[in-house]
Structure formats: C-alpha cells, structure tokens
C-alpha cells in the first residue's frame, strides 16, 4: 500500500512536471539570430554588403565575439526576448570563416548562455573557398555547424577574373565532400547575368554541379549597386552586360535545367533536394522575426526594423512598421515561395479587395490563384517586381498610407 502511493505521488509529480514542460515548450518561441561577421580578404567588385579588410577593419577580428555578445546581450533586454529558444543561427558576411576558430566557439557558447538552444537547431557558416581551408572546415563541423553555404558566383575562369573571385572545382569539391561524409547539408550560391556571361557559361557551371554531392543551390540574378565598381563598369560600359531578355534566358535555362537534375525551385532564387531548405531564410520569407547581431546587421523585431551601425557604438536604427509596411513585408516574402500566400492571413476586407485583382489576372503565371491561396510560378516569378507593387498599392490604399 504504501509502495502504491509512492508510486501514485511519482506518477502524479512526473504528470505536474511534464504539463510544467508542455506549458513551458508551448510559451517558448522561436529567435532566429543573424550574426555579421564584417571581414574579406578583399572586397569584390559587385558586393554591397558591409565588410573590411583586416587588419584596417574598424572593430578587431581577435575580439570580435565580445562586440557579438553584448550586442546580444543588449537586444535581449530592450525587446525581453526572455521566452525564447534558438531555433536557427546563421553567420554571414563578409566571410564568418575568416574569424579565428575560437571566436566563433565563443560567439556559440555566449548564445547558449543568452537562450536555450531548440532540438535539430540549425547552424549555417558562409564562407570563401578561397579561403576556407580542409583543417578549418574540420574544426566547423567538430563545432556542430549543420549547414555550410559557399559563396562560389562562377566556375567559369574568364568570368572569375572579371569578378576578381577565384573557386577552384577540385577545391569546392573537397570541401562539399567533407560534409557529406559528415552529414551536413552543403549548398553553393552563383551569381547569373554577369558581365561577358552567356548561356554557354551557365550550362558549364550547371554541369560542375552534378557532380557535386550538395543540398541546396542559390542563383541571383546579378544587382548593380551604386558606389560598387561593377556598376561603373556598366555605366563605362567596359564590359559587355547581357541584355533583359538574355538574362530571362537564363533564369530559364537554370530552372529547367535545375528541374532536369531533380532540384526543387522552392524560392525564387533558391534550390533544395530532399526539402533541405534553408531554415533561417525561409523564416525570413515566410515573412516572422528574426535578431540580427554584429556590425552593419539588421533585425526584424516586433513590426519593427532595428539598424545596426558599422561600428556598433552608436545605438542601431529603429522604425516601426506602418500596418501596410507590416503587411508588404510579409507579401514581399511570400511571393518568393512556391507556397505563395494564404488570404486568410490578411484582414477580411483587405483579402476581398486583393482576389479581385488576382482575379484579373492571367492564369498562365500562376501555380495556384484562388480564393485561397495565390501561387506565383516560375513564369509569373520573371514579374515578381510587377505583382508585388500591385498588391502593395492596395494595402497603401486600404490602410488610408498612399
Ligand atoms: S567575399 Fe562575399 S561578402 Fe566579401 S566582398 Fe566578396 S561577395 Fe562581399
């Protein structure tokens, strides 16, 4: 009898103790964190993103952590984002690789001081394979990255020479291949419409490609940045840039070619096989917050968007978004999925007035326009700029902010 009720009182405190967990699990929300790590060994001739050249950069490399952690620290308090649990940490840049092992060690051990760390947390590392060495990816992967994107834009050397960019193949491989042994996921980005590029070029990079063990791909189309040396080229015309109508060539070529090989196009941009999508950009596509940290990082808090400065000294930017603004961050994501948009996220009488236009619309740039969903495909993708602006004259229109 008496074992009996102890065993009662265990199982009733083991029931207390998981609902406690449920209650916990279910009050716990998700942070995704973007850290920028504002370091390259050069600046490339097309990149607007922010980044120095050590050792004349602003904030030193060998201390960069601390400025991370209390830049953390800092955005944990003034938004108490008390309740959360990492579900997604991306480094980016710049070249996160270009930071000395032990930083990054610190920077991951200081977030897990700040936050719980969810289950199957996703962890991606940008880097160069230029720079990026087999001894240096060991050390990653023995640190518990599960995701390593590398910034590759051609294979093509003519091409890289224009780019002032070097990816060797047999190198990429090695590195792609590492992962792969290691079971973690590896995807490439490229940059197409590059100047002097052709549809030729683009078939021999799609070609290197398969032979590559990878999970995700990124195409973006190339953009010319004022203040960056390639938009001067184009304005000097130094070189040959391809023309509108050759660029829709290409993104042509590239997803159905792409399709060939069994990738999924599940973004505009964006390429996965076997659902591997990229976690952390998809909750920013999908339109949710995301803590960005490091020099020059932004953030998406609260309907609001949150600056940070170059040298982290100053306090970063802030603007709350107006309910169109909130709404067209939302559109301006959706749209880029091959899952589109739901009406019943929007405000009844805003959704009426947005599938009454989509009514309008043609047929043959969508994957799905109904009462429910609008799907945009990979022909109404090429419009992307035109069916945005729309519905966003709408929402202007409908929250009375034209
Ligand atoms: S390495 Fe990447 S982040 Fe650095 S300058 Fe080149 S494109 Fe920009």
């Known amino acids: 009898m008496a074992s009996g009720q102890a065993k009662r009182v265990a199982l009733s405190s083991l029931i207390h103790y998981n609902e406690l967990n449920i209650i916990k699990s279910e009050a716990m929300?998700?942070?995704?964190?973007?850290?920028?790590?504002?370091?390259?060994?050069?600046?490339?001739?097309?990149?607007?993103?922010?980044?120095?050249t050590p050792p004349q950069a602003t904030l030193p490399l060998n201390s960069y952590a601390q400025y991370l952690q209390q830049d953390l620290i800092q955005k944990k308090r003034e938004f108490s984002l008390n309740n959360h649990q990492v579900k997604s940490i991306y480094?980016?840049?710049?070249?996160?690789?270009?930071?000395?092992?032990?930083?990054?060690?610190?920077?991951l051990f200081y977030i897990q001081q700040l936050w719980p760390i969810a289950p199957h947390c996703e962890i991606t590392v940008e880097s160069n394979p230029h720079s990026l060495t087999l001894i240096y990816l060991k050390h990653l992967l023995n640190l518990g990255i599960t995701r390593l994107s590398l910034g590759i834009q051609t294979f093509q050397p003519h091409l890289q020479e224009i780019l002032q960019r070097k990816a060797d193949f047999s190198k990429v491989k090695e590195l792609v291949t590492l992962c792969q042994e290691k079971s973690v996921a590896c995807g490439l980005d490229f940059i197409y419409g590059l100047p002097e590029q052709n549809l030729d070029d683009l078939r021999a990079d799609l070609q290197l490609i398969q032979?590559?063990?990878?999970?995700?791909?990124?195409?973006?189309?190339?953009?010319?940045?004022?203040?960056?040396?390639?938009?001067?080229?184009?304005?000097?015309?130094k070189y040959n840039f391809p023309?509108?109508?050759?660029?829709?060539?290409?993104?042509?070529?590239?997803?159905?070619?792409?399709?060939?090989?069994?990738?999924?196009?599940?973004e505009i941009s964006n390429y996965a096989k076997n659902k591997q999508y990229s976690q952390h950009n998809l909750n920013f596509w999908l339109g949710n917050d995301y803590l960005g940290a490091g020099a020059s990082a932004g953030s998406r808090l609260y309907a609001q968007s949150v600056q940070n400065n170059h040298n982290l000294k100053n306090p970063p930017d802030k603007q709350t978004f107006t309910k169109a603004e909130n709404t067209i961050q939302y559109l301006m994501g959706r749209l880029r999925l091959n899952i589109g948009l739901d009406f019943?996220?929007?405000?009844?009488?805003?959704?009426?007035?947005?599938?009454?236009?989509?009514?309008?619309?043609?047929a043959v740039d969508f994957q799905e326009n109904n009462q429910e969903k609008l799907i945009l495909n990979e022909n109404g993708w090429l419009k992307y700029d035109y069916y945005l602006n729309e519905l966003a004259q709408i929402c202007y229109d409908y929250y009375g902010e034209s």
Do not use: N, R, V
């Not at 998700?30 to 060994?41: A, E, K, S, T, V």
């Not at 063990?213 to 203040?227: D, K, R």
């Not at 290409?250 to 069994?262: D, H, N």
């Not at 996220?345 to 309008?360: C, I, R, V």
């Open 211 to 237: 032979e590559l063990p990878l999970s995700h791909l990124s195409f973006y189309e190339l953009e010319l940045h004022e203040g960056t040396p390639i938009k001067d080229w184009k304005d000097q015309q």
């Open 344 to 362: 019943k996220d929007f405000e009844t009488g805003l959704a009426e007035q947005m599938q009454k236009l989509a009514g309008t619309w043609p």
């Open 91 to 107: 480094f980016g840049g710049g070249t996160p690789t270009l930071l000395p092992i032990q930083e990054l060690s610190d920077i």
């Open 243 to 266: 023309e509108q109508e050759q660029i829709i060539e290409m993104y042509q070529l590239l997803y159905q070619e792409l399709k060939k090989q069994g990738w999924e196009h599940y």
């Open 29 to 52: 929300k998700d942070l995704h964190l973007y850290l920028h790590i504002p370091y390259c060994q050069a600046k490339c001739p097309y990149c607007h993103f922010f980044s120095e």
